[in-house]
């Protein structure tokens, strides 16, 4: 079956930024999700269909696609942002979700 | 506003069966597919499966198949998701999601608050 690799943690300072890696096979034939999710919170989509962005989301959020790789970009991180994030995808009609990147912002 | 609101939490013994529900409004219900998810204490995401309001057609997830029962019912854009045999590592949260589509892709737009089944004996 498919499988997605993130990252465990990434961390970044306090108005830097930061990318966050979800590795998959041709993961550029898919489209990708990315959901941000706080603790004690239900996942909330912050990137759709590999770049774009639900209205709502600030556009420091960013994402790219190519070959086996999909990258979430965070500029000038806020407190705000710290999160698990998961990256998604579906593969012959099944949901995978990546295993979660907690993201620390120091 | 789409709103999806879950039942309360649970506490089972091994080997019982629970079932949460998930309300929705603000959409037309039968208009979307209904997803589960579910998430282990400090654990990922896990898709458990989802079901076509309209017809009731189910896809599960593998793992799930033969302990999971997924229903809706359309009177009251509310679905439901059954799980039999319960185990310690059932312990999670369970997500009901709205799938929307967007093109040819797709993504979870809207989630419930989530529902806690605790499995202890």
Redesign the interface.
């Given at each position: 079956s498919y499988e997605l690799a993130q990252p465990l943690s990434v961390s970044v300072a306090l108005g830097q930024a930061a990318n966050i890696s979800c590795g998959g096979v041709n993961i550029e034939t898919k489209?990708v999700?990315w959901?941000q999710?706080k603790p004690g919170q239900?996942?909330?989509?912050v990137i759709?269909?590999n770049v774009?962005r639900?209205s709502g989301i600030p556009d420091r959020i960013s994402a790219s696609i190519s070959g086996n790789t999909a990258t979430l970009a965070i500029s000038r991180a806020q407190a705000g942002d710290e999160a698990?994030y998961?990256c998604?995808v579906?593969d012959n009609?099944?949901?995978?979700?990546?295993?979660?990147t907690k993201l620390n912002v120091l | 506003q789409v709103q999806l609101v879950q039942s309360g939490a649970e506490v089972r013994k091994p080997g019982a069966s629970v079932k949460v529900s998930c309300k929705a409004s603000g959409y037309t219900f039968t208009g979307y597919y209904i997803?589960w998810?579910r998430q282990a204490p400090g654990q990922?995401?896990?898709?458990m499966g989802?079901i076509k309001p309209n017809n009731g057609d189910i896809?599960l997830?593998q793992r799930f198949q033969g302990r999971v029962t997924m229903a809706t019912d359309t009177s009251l854009s509310t679905a439901y998701l059954e799980l039999s045999g319960l185990k310690s590592d059932d312990s999670a949260v369970y997500?009901c999601?709205r799938r929307r589509l967007?093109?040819?892709?797709?993504?979870?737009?809207s989630?419930?608050?989530?529902t806690l089944v605790s499995v202890s004996s």
């Open positions: 489209n999700n959901y999710q239900a996942p909330v989509v759709y269909k774009n639900p698990d998961y998604q579906w009609s099944y949901v995978i979700f990546g295993g979660g | 997803h998810v990922g995401l896990e898709w989802r896809n997830s997500f999601a967007a093109g040819t892709a797709a993504y979870f737009d989630w419930g608050q989530g």
